[in-house]
DNA sequence: AATGAATGAGACTTCATTCAT
DNA sequence: AATGAATGAAGTCTCATTCAT
């Protein structure tokens, strides 16, 4: 019990560490985040900052996995009962991610601007995995049938491509196209693939 | 008539660099392509590079251009004639996709994985902009009618989702998926969407 | 009297310290020796150390000096008897010291490698003083007289000699030499050399 | 032809480079030496300094095999006519040894103190090497046979005894030993143990 | 007295860019 | 115009030591 405090402060300390990484890479771009700027962010020293994590990289890590942590939490969230129809069902999801994407203070678009050279694939596989399982559900229940498989690369399809459509969108400074309509048309395109049936 | 060697000379420096910048991001990716390795690729000096192109950036920059120019150039070719049916030709500019990315020795993949670190909009826009053309070309004879706006949305989404899940497809070490079914997904989603009457 | 127990404590803090020092050097070296990691090592905080040793550099010295009083007692225990041939005698000292240098975990030769840095210098000096006294000793029992400045001589050549050719040859990963076949050749040196009549 | 300059001049800042870490090493030691010090006496920038050395430690090689070459040649000078009896011989090579120790400036010694850490084992080879050719050389004209291996024996314990014995006593800082008396001792003792028939 | 989190100076190294030749 | 040696700011990481608890 005499411990706690410690590990409490460690904690403390591993949480500052994150957030200030992530305003970082929010405010100045993964390029411009270094470690002496995570660290005066954080307001401790370069030296605390290695003493919880080895590398950069490895904070970083961390930051992407707590991202995962918190997306799967969102996503858990999402009304998926039988009796939501599939188009509210992903009208619901997009919304909710572009909800994430503004309020996130650009943080989650740098990231996924960077997805090849961070673990994005975490965040990416959290919302696949997901996604995968509320598609079974869902075609369960409503008596319609796809090979595994195809599950999957449609899974895939999607995922990937609403992830991008709305990064790229939200990456434009002054894009003539207006938020709504694309979450509509993602909607739409989505919508209809999955109603598809499969060959 | 005397200037005219030297600016061919010129030109031709101007060649061999954005070449010389082309293999080096092929093959040792964006993050490790450095001034001073282009120059030895393309067998002059650093100074030499200077002397044609302003920084690094610059460079890039016109090798993004020139890229844009050939995708532009490869696109025009694709059959658009009206007999073609809508999944036909959407099918064949999926598969002139995963060319691109899979010849160009990796070339397209890297660039696209660092989307926003280079001008990469320039390919995009160049690619959303004919396919709007076709778009719009196709839907004319075939007597159907989108506002033109709603028409953006829609090309703006399908360019966007099929570059990136191509790419990240092709990124994939050790990918469970399937690239023909992929591209067969893509097809189905998109000539779904873009078949789908507007609201 | 309530004091003892603090004192006894003390000097167990004191001894495992040191003790910590040692293994830490034998296991790592003495470049990777580092206070946290002697800290760990001991089982006690870095601020415990610090209370006990004013610095890095005092824990070794420390150190050396236990050392230095460990090589004195066993050095003391070798036999000197006037029945004992010069050879024998030389010959049994310097199986003593291979012994310790393998022994002891690779401790002396790393100390030894370093004896720049650390003040190897204490033990250094406890050889020859030691051997000085054994050679005084011993030509007094002989009859044979050196003058004394001479013998000093003779002892710094040899006691150094042996160390260092001892340590090459132990710290040689794959030595063409024999360990049997350099002790023989030291033996034969040093009687040699003890044997000659002073000019 | 044209290029010669440039050669010249790469050669000599690769002169520069060794030689200002030669003044490093001999004035502030080796622990003490770093990039950024080496690079002041030299009188050029940290960039240019890993222009031509990947890496400090390729930079200390460089200095180390530069002596081995200058020891080598000072060794070769060293007269080995047969006519010149075993005692001159040796003693000549111990003033040349304390000549080197003397005139570095303390390199050769703070070197020598190094041995494990850096690759003084090529100048230890060269002696070594030289030595015994010299030796077989030499026995060979006085008809005396040692077998091969009993030579190497001697060479390496000769060899080692004699350098760490110069350099504990060069680094001794008020030492009541007279260095002439150390060379007489070590000349003794060499030139005794190499009349020694071999057993 | 003990703890161990925090410090921060300083080491090594890279690379876009310049400028004397 | 071409060259390429030289620059130096900036980045990542280490570790002896301190000090609030």
Redesign the pocket.
Known sequence: MRKRP?QE??RQ?VTTLIDATARCIAERGLD?T???HIAELAG?????L??YF????ALIEALVEKLADDVARGVKRLPVSSEVSLRDLVATAIRFGFAMLNASNGLYAELARNWHRVQTQKVADVLQQHFLEIARFYFLKHYREYPIEDLEVRVFIITNSTIFTMVRLVSQENSMLNEDAVAEGLTDMITGYLGQSSK
Do not use: L, W
Not at 44 to 48: D, E, K, P, R, Y
């Open positions: 410690q402060r460690s300390m411009n270094t470690t002496p401790v020293s370069v030296g605390s290695y003493q080895g590398s950069k990289e």
